[in-house]
């Protein structure tokens, strides 16, 4: 029985024995040997260590691992190098493709794709054309077909990946491009960077750029130190520096306007020419065209502005109306909605001037829970603070100017200055009859109902409580005298009372006069005094050079006075009886209607003699409720009372009015008359007895 090989089981005839198989088995072996040969039968565990082998196929149909020291191949090679070996590799040639699972070092050399390799050192290009024209460049990333960098030549630190991007750089250096011809015309420009497709695609010169975004800053061309976030931001800036975009189509339409910052959605998007914009919110300034230095911050903020400059909006729909009106602030919600050319209002406040139009130079102040000047129009040069809405207690300032108001939280109005100056308090509007205080220029009042109009309080020592001047000279003052006195001082020899600018009365220290001889008097038929207390009696003038028709008494008279002296009674006043009753005193006197009666019998008119008066007058009467106390406001109670108001004359008598009479003696005269006739009577009784005596 033949035994066989260890490796491809040949077999081996035993020796001295199988006679007759040893053909078989040689025809047999070399069979196998053919099968190996022409490849039947794969041939393994091998060891060529010497020898050529020409138009081999190793591994052609399973793969095989061979350990190599130097391998050539004229067409190509598939499979993994040994990592020992793969430092030796110096030339790959070209390949269809290519699979690295590791690292891929290239130290000192260029990385290229396209067969193309372009001179300097540490370049890394990656695609058709891509660092196709550098010359002498280095650290330059080119990655794209046709791209980055296409026509660089001695630019560096460039970095360009998609196609086309920085295109047609020449010497440009420090530049990243991410995106379908980003940078696609920079040719010397350096430290820009675009990131989306044709992300500052016109750029040429400009330097120290920035867009991120499709089409962000796509056609700047010259523009410098501009940063575009967000998808056409700066879309159509082409030669303006220095500004800033963020977010979609921010700042779209600007081509010249520079130191422009854009930071919203749509913000700026108008924005040609315009330039020290700052521009914050969905679709803040998105109407601007040429309006530079506006500051605004809030969706639709200074929504409609055109031309205007130097406004300021804070807040969802600030100045929302504003075209043309500038040196604006408007700071709030709403603030300054419906102005549109209206120029150097300051509103500050949620709703604060929503309804102003074309008013100018106010300042509102005030919002939230109530709206500032809400419906003032027109008017110009207000100032509000607090929530007055512009048309509130009493006050309408809508078309009005130069107001100054000073509201509470609910709006009404607590200190108002009007346009004339005045200063209004508890009051709007400077009639006197308007229960409030008016200060102003010309003339001051303290108007209350009820109340106390006004108080002035000195502390501790007597001494001037009100001090008067003229021309800064002082010429009186009304003080406290004794601690509970006052005192009216004046600082002339004498002072003066006056009615209706005209003087009645005057005041020395040693008299109290009438300022006009023989005009005044004291005391009036329905305004008397009680008694008149004095060291000696009243001194009546009686100078012949100042009397005319001097007469003795007539008949008529005669029986008058000689009638009214028999008309002397005593009584008692009504007044004394209620306030006294039996412990009223008796008085002695006539009664006038005797008189006036005694008069009329004797043929004579009363009214034709001094010593009879009949003085008639009208009154009404009006009830005054009781006023509690209030120390705080300094109110002092006050009981019920009935006041009662007089007039002189018929005419200038409210209708209603009560008339009255009171008729009075002047006693002085009405004994003179009654002694005249006594005297007279007497003259004629001795004249008669002479007679008779002597007959």
Same mark, same amino acid.
């Given at each position: 029985m033949p035994t066989t090989t260890t490796t491809y089981s040949f077999n081996k005839p035993v020796v001295g024995a199988d006679e007759d198989d040893w053909g078989g088995y040689l025809n047999g072996n070399w069979d196998s040997v053919d099968d190996l040969l022409d490849g039947t039968t794969p041939i393994t565990g091998i060891d060529i260590n010497s020898g050529t082998l020409d138009g081999v196929t190793i591994g052609g149909t399973?793969?095989?691992?061979?350990?190599?020291?130097?391998?050539?191949? !004229?067409?190509?090679?598939?499979?993994?190098?040994?990592?020992?070996?793969?430092?030796n590799v110096t030339s790959l040639g070209t390949l269809t493709g290519l699979t690295i699972g590791g690292n891929l070092s290239v130290d000192g050399g260029t990385i290229k794709l396209d067969g193309n390799y372009?001179?300097?050192?540490? !370049?890394?290009?990656?695609?058709?054309?891509?660092?196709?024209?550098?010359?002498?460049?280095?650290?330059?990333?080119?990655?794209?077909?046709?791209?980055?960098?296409?026509?660089?030549?001695?630019?560096?630190?460039?970095?360009?990946?998609?196609?086309?991007?920085?295109?047609?750089?020449?010497?440009?250096?420090?530049?990243?491009?991410?995106?379908?011809?980003?940078?696609?015309?920079?040719?010397?420009?350096?430290?820009?960077?675009?990131?989306?497709?044709?992300?500052?695609?016109?750029?040429?010169?400009?330097?120290?750029?920035?867009?991120?975004?499709?089409?962000?800053?796509?056609?700047?061309?010259?523009?410098?130190?501009?940063?575009?976030?967000?998808?056409?931001?700066l879309f159509s800036n082409t030669t303006a520096s220095n500004n800033t975009a963020v977010g979609y189509q921010a700042g779209?339409?600007?081509?010249?306007?520079?130191?422009?910052?854009?930071?919203?959605?749509?913000?700026?998007?108008?924005?040609?020419?315009?330039?020290?914009?700052?521009?914050?919110?969905?679709?803040?300034?998105? !109407?601007?065209?040429?309006?530079?230095?506006?500051?605004? =911050?809030?969706?639709?903020?200074?929504?409609s502005n055109t031309t205007a400059s130097n406004n300021t909006a804070v807040g969802y729909q600030a100045g929302f109306s504003n075209t043309t009106g500038v040196n604006n602030i408007f700071i709030g919600q709403g603030a300054g909605f419906s102005a549109t050319t209206a120029n150097y209002n300051t509103i500050i406040g949620q709703g604060a001037g929503t309804s102003l139009t074309t008013g100018s130079g106010n300042c509102f102040v005030g919002g939230s829970y109530a709206n500032s000047g809400y419906f003032v129009t027109t008017g110009s040069k207000n100032t509000i603070l607090g929530g007055y809405n512009g048309n509130q207690g009493g006050l309408d300032i809508r078309t009005s100017s130069n107001y100054i108001v000073l509201s509470d939280g609910d709006g009404n109005p607590r200190q108002v200055i009007d346009s004339s100056g005045n200063l209004l308090v508890?009051?709007?509007?400077?009639?006197?009859?308007?229960?409030?205080?008016?200060?102003?220029?010309?003339?001051?009042?303290?108007?209350?109902?009820?109340?106390?109009?006004?108080?002035?309080?000195?502390?501790?020592?007597?001494?001037?409580?009100?001090? =008067? =001047?003229?021309?800064?000279?002082?010429v009186g003052s009304i003080r406290s005298n004794s601690?509970?006195?006052?005192?009216?001082?004046?600082?002339?020899?004498?002072?003066?009372?006056?009615?209706?600018?005209?003087?009645?009365?005057?005041?020395?220290?040693?008299?109290?006069?009438?300022?006009?001889?023989?005009?005044?008097?004291?005391?009036?038929?329905?305004?008397?005094?009680?008694?008149?207390?004095?060291?000696?009696?009243?001194?009546?003038?009686?100078?012949?050079?100042?009397?005319?028709?001097?007469?003795?008494?007539?008949?008529?008279?005669?029986?008058?006075?000689?009638?009214?002296?028999?008309?002397?009674?005593?009584?008692?006043?009504?007044?004394?009886?209620?306030?006294?009753?039996?412990?009223?005193?008796?008085?002695?006197?006539?009664?006038?209607?005797?008189?006036?009666?005694?008069?009329?019998?004797?043929?004579?008119?009363?009214?034709?003699?001094?010593?009879?008066?009949?003085?008639?007058?009208?009154?009404?009467?009006?009830?005054?409720?009781?006023?509690e106390a209030d120390e705080e406001n300094g109110v002092e109670a006050q009981e019920a009372y009935t006041r009662t108001d007089t007039y002189e004359t018929a005419e200038e008598a409210p209708e209603g009015a009560t008339e009255r009479n009171r008729k009075g003696i002047r006693y002085p005269q009405l004994l003179s008359f009654i002694g005249a006739a006594t005297e007279q009577r007497l003259a004629s009784i001795e004249s008669r007895l002479d007679a008779l005596e002597n007959a």
């Open positions: 399973t793969a095989g691992a061979g350990t190599f020291t130097t391998l050539t191949a !004229n067409t190509s090679i598939t499979g993994t190098l040994a990592t020992a070996a793969q430092a372009p001179t300097g050192t540490n !370049n890394v290009a990656l695609g058709d054309g891509a660092l196709v024209d550098l010359t002498s460049g280095g650290n330059n990333t080119s990655v794209g077909a046709d791209s980055v960098l296409g026509d660089t030549t001695t630019g560096s630190q460039n970095v360009g990946i998609g196609t086309g991007s920085i295109r047609f750089n020449t010497t440009g250096s420090n530049n990243s491009a991410v995106g379908w011809r980003s940078l696609f015309s920079n040719l010397t420009a350096s430290s820009n960077s675009a990131f989306g497709s044709s992300a500052l695609y016109a750029n040429t010169t400009g330097d120290n750029g920035a867009a991120f975004g499709h089409d962000a800053l796509r056609f700047n061309t010259t523009g410098a130190s501009n940063s575009a976030f967000g998808r056409q931001a779209y339409s600007n081509t010249t306007g520079t130191y422009n910052a854009f930071l919203s959605r749509l913000a700026g998007y108008a924005n040609t020419t315009g330039s020290y914009n700052t521009m914050g919110g969905s679709g803040a300034g998105i !109407n601007n065209t040429t309006g530079g230095a506006n500051t605004v =911050f809030g969706a639709d903020a200074l929504f508890g009051k709007t509007s400077s009639s006197f009859s308007t229960v409030g205080a008016r200060l102003s220029s010309t003339d001051n009042q303290f108007v209350t109902d009820g109340q106390l109009s006004a108080a002035f309080n000195r502390k501790t020592s007597d001494g001037d409580i009100i001090g =008067f =001047f003229k021309d800064g000279t002082v601690g509970a006195r006052i005192a009216i001082n004046s600082e002339g020899s004498f002072g003066l009372l006056q009615s209706s600018n005209s003087s009645c009365f005057f005041w020395s220290s040693l008299s109290f006069s009438p300022f006009n001889d023989n005009v005044r008097d004291l005391g009036e038929a329905g305004f008397r005094y009680d008694d008149i207390y004095a060291t000696n009696g009243t001194i009546q003038t009686s100078d012949q050079n100042e009397k005319q028709q001097i007469a003795s008494l007539t008949d008529a008279e005669m029986t008058a006075a000689k009638a009214i002296s028999k008309l002397f009674k005593t009584f008692k006043w009504n007044d004394s009886v209620a306030e006294k009753g039996d412990a009223a005193r008796t008085h002695s006197g006539v009664i006038a209607q005797d008189v006036e009666q005694a008069m009329t019998d004797a043929g004579l008119n009363a009214g034709d003699y001094a010593f009879f008066i009949s003085s008639t007058w009208w009154e009404t009467q009006t009830e005054v409720p009781a006023v």
